[in-house]
């Protein structure tokens, strides 16, 4: 029987768990290769786009700010308000069933190629650990090692590389909710004329310090839902990275002829650079993130064995299994149809939400109040919203369906200018009881934008005593 290799993995637990249940920490295998080289180049695009989109301002506006306490939204000098809910609604389930579509068509991508989680471990943190620890092998030994000065030094100068890069995450992550402006001029006054801004920000940086510094991998093996979702979304036409079988088996074993053994030389390469500890060759695993390391640390190998590339690839399970590949199935049409219908919705919503948007409502207390024994008092309140560019509108009311000389609009100013994102306008009418018809009397109200002519209706309903 061969002996079993120092790393294969165990087959009833985690490669990151020893037999007692602790944590093992990896250190995988620094690769090089054509997919290592695009998702660096992707990797700091994305960066580059996270730091510097929240300074980026257009005629005075930030073009990206999630104002939560004014519950004010602008994406592109756009703007959002809290009553434009549905057009949030709607970006919120295109981004779900874009996730879903994109994952059902190319797998994990986003787990390895945009997932932050990834993306600045990968791209900085890791680096930062390279430079200060040294290479995987060196990292490890010094992790085994006892405390000493070289040790204490070495981590320490790490960790404070770590909390600064932090710290200015997190600032960029408040960044798009406050304002760049007005947080950096927050960030020189004392922490206690800003606590709970404060207090946010630590909070913040201690998650992004321990979870991109010490917990790592843990977080996609234990935390994250979207590996647990895979199972789901994916099926056997959905792109993951695969080990091709038939190519590879049977592996080669000490002291065997190259003719009695497949492509795979059994050299555990893809095993040792793996960030979660998988064997890639077991299948598809929940722990796999598809950050394309195995296969480039597998190609390295083929061509130094004078191999053909592509024992480890991205590729379907119908595709290795000769079937081919079916992109447009059911599963895949159908989340097409639904991010149509919410891309309709979505662009619909915006442009009904263009301009005022106006809410009829019944003023607080009793529905009419009787003046004399001819006339009653209605209490009605108008709510005025608008979206985008806030502007000044001249708004004007009135009311079709009752006769002039049987009615009167009471308000401040009629006309009056709307300047704000919400207003509630009161309006009362005092009309004859003459008019009623057991008591109600439907009309139309009339609210016209005198800046754009635009008229909208709204109907509602005068109630008073009945006869």
Not at 76 to 103: E, Q, R, S, V, W
Not at 328 to 353: C, K, T
Not at 425 to 440: A, C
């Amino acid at each position: 029987m061969a002996k079993k290799s120092n790393f294969e993995l165990h087959d009833s637990r985690l490669a990151t768990t020893d037999d007692h249940g602790h944590r093992v920490f990896l250190f995988p295998e620094e690769v090089k290769g054509v997919w290592r080289n695009r998702r660096k180049l992707f990797y700091w695009f994305l960066i580059f786009i996270y730091l510097v989109l929240p300074w980026i301002y257009i005629n005075g506006e930030q073009i990206i700010l999630l104002n939560i306490p004014a519950r004010e939204f602008s994406f592109f000098t756009y703007k959002f308000y809290a009553h434009n809910a549905p057009i949030l609604i709607f970006i919120i389930l295109g981004f779900i069933f874009f996730i879903g579509f994109i994952t059902s068509i190319f797998g994990r991508v986003w787990c390895g190629w945009a997932c932050p989680q990834t993306v600045f471990i990968d791209a900085i943190f890791l680096r930062i650990e390279s430079l200060v620890e040294g290479k995987p092998r060196q990292r490890k030994k010094l992790q085994e090692s006892p405390w000493n000065f070289e040790k204490i030094t070495k981590k320490s100068i790490k960790w404070i590389l770590f909390l600064i890069l932090s710290l200015h995450i997190s600032h960029t992550f408040l960044g798009y909710f406050v304002g760049t402006h007005n947080l950096l001029n927050i960030s020189l006054q004392n922490p206690s004329d800003n606590f709970t801004l404060f207090t946010i920000m630590l909070i913040i940086t201690s998650i992004v310090l321990a979870d991109f510094g010490w917990f790592r991998e843990q977080f996609c093996i234990i935390a994250c839902p979207y590996g647990r979702m895979q199972s789901v979304i994916m099926d056997d036409n959905s792109l993951a990275i695969l080990y091709d079988e038939k190519r590879g088996e049977p592996r080669r074993q000490p002291g065997q002829k190259p003719s009695e053994h497949g492509d795979c030389i059994n050299c555990y390469a893809c095993v040792k650079a793996c960030p979660t500890g998988i064997d890639i060759r077991r299948g598809v695993q929940l722990e796999c993130i598809a950050c394309t390391n195995c296969i480039d640390a597998c190609d390295d190998i083929m061509v130094k064995t004078k191999r053909p590339k592509g024992l480890i690839r991205y590729d379907t399970q119908s595709n290795m299994e000769g079937k081919g590949r079916q992109i447009f199935s059911f599963r895949n049409i159908a989340y097409l149809i639904v991010l149509i219908g919410l891309l309709i919705g979505f662009i619909f919503s915006v442009s009904m939400s263009q301009g005022i948007t106006t809410t009829v409502l019944r003023g607080p207390g009793t529905p009419f109040r009787v003046q004399s024994d001819t006339k009653t008092l209605n209490h009605f309140q108008i709510v005025l919203e608008q979206s985008g560019d806030i502007k000044t509108h001249n708004v004007k009311f009135a009311i079709e369906g009752v006769d002039k000389e049987n009615y009167e609009i009471k308000m401040q100013r009629n006309p009056f200018e709307f300047t704000t994102t919400h207003k509630r306008q009161n309006v009362f009418i005092v009309f004859n009881n003459s008019i009623l018809e057991k008591g109600s009397r439907k009309f139309t109200f009339i609210i016209t934008d005198l800046d754009t002519n635009k008229v909208i209706k709204k109907e509602a309903v005068l109630v008073g005593p009945t006869k």
